[in-house]
């Protein structure tokens, strides 16, 4: 692997990681996506591998390991949780796409989500698309109310 890993954040709003080793402290903090656009930043290997194995941060999806960079696969081959990473750790795209395609793929996947952040990114989008014009229709809608509040009430 190389000595830098790049990341991003898909969601709104920033994401602050505080390292601290017991030799080495240090705040990094990751800027929020807008309009869709992500802003990557590179980590040493070292701190990559203390989100990975110390915390729940990629497991709840709060950031992403970015797909254009060398040895994209290697990184991800040591992700310990790989399906709770993938299942809580989509960009906009596909939510967009998943919220807009067969319905039954769509329920499919979100029950997959267990990360609570991810489910309210879900909804926001969910909820700008019906304001946009675009419009879900009403049985995706009701699927989706009723989704984050079971989800919601579980927690």
């Known amino acids: 692997m190389s000595n830098l890993i790049k990341l991003e ?28 656009r992500t802003i990557p930043q590179a980590i040493p ?4 591998d203390w989100l990975m194995y110390s915390t729940t941060t990629f497991r709840d ?23 709770e990473y993938e299942n ?18 769509m ?6 989500v267990t990360s609570r952040s991810e489910k309210m990114f879900i909804k926001q989008i969910a909820d700008e698309l019906n304001t ?7 049985g995706k809608n009701d699927f989706i109310e009723e989704w984050i509040k079971i989800q919601t009430e579980a927690e």
């Open 9 to 36: 954040r898909v969601r709104q709003g920033d994401f602050l990681v505080n390292y601290d080793n017991g030799l080495t402290k240090k705040s990094i903090t990751f800027m929020g996506a807008k309009n869709g």
């Open 45 to 48: 290997q070292e701190i990559y």
């Open 61 to 83: 999806g709060e950031l992403r390991i970015v797909d254009e960079q060398p040895n994209v696969e290697e990184i991800k081959a040591y992700i310990p949780d790989k399906e």
């Open 88 to 105: 809580n750790s989509h960009t906009r795209e596909d939510v967009t796409k998943l919220l807009k395609g067969n319905i039954n793929k």
């Open 107 to 112: 329920k499919s996947e979100l029950k997959k």
């Open 132 to 138: 946009d014009g675009e419009g879900l229709p009403k």
